[in-house]
């Protein structure tokens, strides 16, 4: 080999090794990228569950209602009620969607979204506070449109609350909270019945936590307080260490001997497990 040849070798050794040092550079270029990638992939979908986790763990529907057209007066404590409601249960964990003087389409299309987010992990509470009319055994919560003559209307334009009960449970929530203050006399009754009926018994499906603010088939008049007995008592409770049974039960009894057995609020329980205030998840 002469010394020219071997110039050229030595050359295209040389070319040759540079190319390979650029492609391993590029090809760990590459697979830095993609590592990166797929870490901020994982980052992305750690958040994405964290987040939901957190936002479908704890649910809470409230509605008041207080503006009836056909009510003598408005009802202010329904509102001032949600509103206090809705505040301490944001601060025990809750995703709060709150509506004030709903309509039945109002009330129709809350109840959709709170379905939409129920999962298996769920711990739906669900608040009433205005007019309630029981028909064909069945208690309803009455969106502040209703026009009501006769008891068919009742069903046709109030939203049962055992349908509302049923729709937790066909979504699978974990534990199922419902407070009703609506057991009022109202200007509804009067005009198919003798007397008012107040609401029906309301029956717990599985892991279920009901509280009403008479028994069945009673009326209540409002107070003069800011808040109604029922979620004055309530709100107290809440705020204490226990858990959601227990409030409730503290709740019933507390009315019960300040009203000397004029107002007994009605606790239903089949829960079976317990569910506590300001435990998020718990």
Do not use: C
């Not at 958040?47 to 409230?62: C, E, F, H, N, P």
């Amino acid at each position: 080999m002469n010394v020219r040849q071997l110039d050229i070798s030595r050359r295209t050794i040389a070319v040759a090794a540079a190319l390979i040092g650029t492609v391993s550079l590029v090809i760990g270029a590459h697979a830095a990228l993609n590592m990166r990638a797929l870490d901020a992939a994982k980052a992305v979908t750690t958040d994405q569950v964290t987040g939901s986790i957190g936002q479908t763990s704890r649910l809470a529907l409230v509605i008041g209602n207080g503006h009836y057209p056909d009510a003598s007066a408005p009802l202010t404590q329904s509102i001032n009620d949600a509103r206090a409601l809705s505040s301490t249960l944001r601060k025990n964990g809750f995703d709060v969607d709150m509506v004030e003087d709903a309509t039945k389409d109002d009330m129709v299309r809350a109840v959709n979204r709170l379905k939409s987010r129920i999962k298996r992990d769920t711990v739906v509470m669900l608040f009433f506070g205005g007019y309630g009319v029981q028909a064909g055994r069945q208690s309803y919560m009455l969106p502040v449109d209703a026009v009501i003559w006769k008891e068919s209307d009742v069903r046709r334009q109030g939203v049962s609350i055992d349908g509302v009960l049923d729709m937790m449970k066909e979504q699978g929530a974990k534990a199922k909270l419902v407070v009703v203050d609506a057991s009022r006399r109202n200007p509804y009754e009067r005009r198919f019945r003798s007397y008012s009926h107040g609401l029906a018994p309301i029956s717990a499906p599985d892991n279920a936590l009901i509280l009403a603010s008479a028994s069945p088939g009673k009326v209540v008049d409002d107070g003069k307080g800011e808040h109604s007995v029922l979620v004055s008592e309530l709100l107290g409770n809440l705020t204490t260490q226990g858990s959601a049974e227990s409030a409730f039960n503290k709740t019933r009894i507390a009315i019960s001997r300040a009203s000397e057995g004029d107002q007994v609020p009605t606790v239903s329980s089949s829960l079976l497990e317990d569910v506590h205030f300001g435990e998020a998840g718990g």
